[in-house]
């Protein structure tokens, strides 16, 4: 698989869209900005708000998936990945993606109750590119 190819892809990407769950079963689908931080294809970082409706459903049902695209005049690529999003709140974690202008909407810094982690860990994957579209797991 082109795992490089694809990080290198996503990495360049300015916005990622979340699905979480809801409570009768139907996806969600959120725009946000890329993660605060990526680790490969396997784990992604995002902040956002405790009392969001989202935190609510990835605590109720972890299954999730993120979504990175660009569509060019030509040309669309696309990279879905599935996986489980954990809520963190401990402090190690909010302090590690903290940006200082994240105290525009968090007052209290990252001792924030309503400032929290959402942590991506993808399990497995499909990749689009040139009309062409391959599935991978991801160890």
Not at 7 to 16: A, D, G, N, P, T
Not at 25 to 39: E, G, H, S, W, Y
Not at 114 to 138: H, I, M, P, Q
Request: with cysteine; aromatic share 14%; net charge positive.
């Amino acid at each position: 698989m082109e795992e490089k190819i694809i990080e290198k892809f996503i990495k360049k990407q300015k916005v990622s869209f979340i699905c979480s769950i809801d409570e009768e079963q139907f996806p969600n689908v959120k725009a946000m900005l890329k993660p605060r931080k990526r680790i490969g294809l396997k784990e992604f970082y995002f902040s956002t708000n405790t009392s969001s409706i989202r935190v609510k459903q990835y605590r109720n049902n972890s299954n999730a998936s993120i979504y990175f695209y660009h569509k060019g005049l030509i040309r669309y690529i696309g990279v879905m990945l599935k996986g489980k999003m954990e809520v963190l709140t401990d402090q190690n974690t909010k302090n590690m993606i903290w940006k200082k202008s994240d105290i525009i909407f968090y007052k209290k810094g990252t001792t924030d109750p309503d400032y929290c982690v959402l942590k991506f860990t993808a399990e497995s994957g499909r990749y689009y590119n040139d009309l062409k579209t391959k599935s991978f797991d991801l160890q």
